[in-house]
């Protein structure tokens, strides 16, 4: 009757009680001793039950003071740190004086890194805090006026240096803020950052084993784990993280073009000049780069229509492969877009899949944004047909959480990135190295100094688990949702599509001044300025970023990403509140 469970509750002694309680109170009613007894059990029971009740609160009270007295700990800690980081003066010393310079202890060192990383949790705390701001908004010149950027002759001091960490994290955007909407990359996993801070400290190149050993064998792992998720067989194929995906977009423009041109490599453009690529017109501006940078150009980037949802029309891709071939032209890429940078949209992979054999064009998809959804059993029907696909771009730094930048290309052939890309330079790619050379992944990139991307995703793909991911995206369709719901209801709120199927949520906010303003050009004429008008004084106020544009025949509207795995309900709700409150003062005049 006295054990207690691991938190602490009196389980077994309530279940006897109530067992008692049963045995006693539902029996027939009887006289005489017998019934006499059983009343003078239950009642010692009911006693016996209040004494524990009393024990059991005094130890909650004593768990509580505890807490308390912790935390005041914590705070006491943090303030003598504070302390005594005014007790080290800095304004006699210099960088000469840190490693490898100090002798040891390195005293110097440890000190100045200290400091640096006490204004480094300053900053992920208030990064997290809806009481500071998203940022300070000081406009180009002013802000220079505020700052001393100047490169001096002579070294400045360590004091000087530490306040010019000081000055930058406090201009500095919040991207890690719940209310930061302003991009497709926002919030802050504190997993990640820790990969970053320690890949930084490591300070490796990615173009081989002999100077990367872990960090290669982590991307190798971490990049077959993506191209199964996708749906390649067993993860066949290849792939390298990239500077971010429009480097990416470029590596599956080169495969393609070297999958069925290999000459150009060493011949050059000119061995086929006519070359052209297709993409929608809600596809991201790297397409047309790609094709400018390998020197197709940008004409023979030929432009897709879309559907009235943004999506690539079949029917169109089909008609300008025709008219291409007509002119002379030799089409060798399609590039869909699963998840638009504006409005969100999927392209039907499936149907692009279909016109691409029939041709014969090599099919890529830029998942850069839409690839988390790969993590959802939920969502990842939106990609469903990815698997068709020659090459795809992800962006783990968006939908995923990742720290900046973490961007892999994977493509289905093995070994056409090096084939590609390799140049086979002695003095790095020796071919009688005494470890298995295939792990040397320099030859497969189009740049010589890799910077380790892979751990902090791995990292976090360790803290979260896929589940973890898969909560992440749920949560954010859940806030879409919301969002979505409050649009509906408030008064001057108009949505640009109804039923956005990614988390991109795009509309306009109509002040009172033109509500009863007929829609057409005149209005648009007007409604054009709302979003600017508003955006400027959201960034004045400093505490929420959005984003505007204007797309197509629509003028500007507020394009609301909900990417960030701090943000909750509330901030949904903090958005249309202060969007409605700055949009209230906007005058005709």
Not at 429 to 448: L, P, V, W
Request: charged content about 25%; proline content about 4%; hydrophobic content about 40%.
């Amino acid at each position: 009757l006295h054990q207690w469970d691991k938190n602490g509750n009196k389980i077994n002694f309530i279940v006897h009680n109530i067992i008692l309680t049963v045995l006693f109170e539902n029996q027939p009613e009887e006289k005489g001793e017998e019934e006499i007894k059983r009343r003078s059990v239950l009642r010692k029971m009911k006693s016996c039950s209040s004494k524990y009740d009393d024990v059991f609160g005094t130890r909650n009270d004593l768990r509580r003071q505890l807490s308390q007295a912790n935390q005041m700990l914590e705070e006491t800690n943090i303030a003598r740190r504070r302390l005594d980081k005014l007790n080290i003066d800095f304004s006699k010393k210099y960088a000469k004086e840190l490693l490898p310079n100090e002798a040891n202890p390195p005293t110097n060192t440890v000190d100045f890194l200290r400091e640096v990383i006490e204004e480094l949790f300053e900053y992920v705390r208030q990064s997290h805090d809806r009481n500071e701001p998203v940022l300070e908004f000081h406009h180009p010149m002013e802000l220079k006026g505020n700052l001393d950027l100047e490169v001096p002759e002579g070294p400045e001091t360590l004091a000087q240096i530490l306040n010019d960490c000081r000055e930058a994290l406090k201009y500095a955007v919040k991207s890690g803020h719940p209310r930061f909407f302003n991009q497709l990359s926002s919030g802050m996993d504190v997993v990640s950052l820790a990969g970053e801070w320690l890949t930084s400290t490591v300070n490796s190149n990615m173009f081989t084993y002999e100077v990367s050993p872990v960090f290669v064998l982590m991307e190798r792992i971490v990049l077959k784990r993506m191209r199964e998720i996708i749906g390649w067989a067993d993860g066949e194929g290849d792939g390298i993280f990239a500077p971010g995906g429009t480097i990416a977009n470029l590596y599956a423009v080169l495969a393609a073009r070297h999958k069925y041109y290999p000459e150009i490599k060493s011949k050059g453009s000119l061995a086929q000049s006519q070359l052209c690529m297709f993409t929608s017109r809600h596809a991201h501006y790297s397409l047309k780069s790609a094709a400018h940078i390998v020197g197709i150009g940008t004409d023979n980037c030929i432009t897709v229509e879309t559907d009235g949802i943004g999506k690539m029309r079949p029917d169109d891709l089909k008609a300008k492969i025709s008219k291409a071939k007509d002119e002379g032209k030799v089409p060798f890429l399609v590039s869909c877009t699963m998840g638009t940078t504006v409005v969100g949209a999927f392209d039907p992979i499936t149907e692009i899949a279909d016109i691409c054999e029939e041709h014969n064009l090599w099919l890529h998809a830029d998942a850069a944004w839409g690839g988390g959804a790969l993590m959802s059993n939920k969502w990842k029907h939106l990609l469903d047909g990815i698997n068709r696909a020659d090459s795809v771009t992800w962006n783990p730094h968006k939908m995923m959480g990742a720290s900046l930048q973490c961007s892999a290309i994977l493509v289905k052939e093995d070994g056409i990135l090096e084939s590609c890309n390799a140049m086979h330079a002695s003095y790095l790619f020796q071919r009688d190295k005494h470890y298995d050379i295939s792990y040397d992944t320099g030859d497969k990139a189009i740049q010589c100094g890799r910077h380790v991307d892979i751990f902090k995703l791995w990292l976090m793909w360790r803290a979260k688990g896929r589940v973890g991911f898969e909560y992440h995206m749920n949560h954010m369709m859940d806030l879409k949702a919301h969002l979505i719901k409050l649009i509906k209801e408030t008064e001057g709120f108009e949505l640009v599509f109804e039923n956005p199927e990614y988390v991109n949520v795009c509309f306009w906010y109509i002040p009172p001044c033109l509500r009863k303003n007929a829609k057409g050009p005149q209005r648009d004429f007007v409604v054009n300025k709302v979003a600017p008008f508003i955006k400027a004084q959201m960034m004045d106020k400093g505490d929420l970023m959005v984003s505007y544009q204007p797309l197509d025949q629509y003028p500007n509207f507020f394009r609301m990403v909900i990417s960030n795995q701090a943000a909750t309900m509330d901030d949904i709700q903090f958005v249309i509140t202060r969007i409605e409150e700055l949009g209230k003062t906007f005058r005709l005049d």
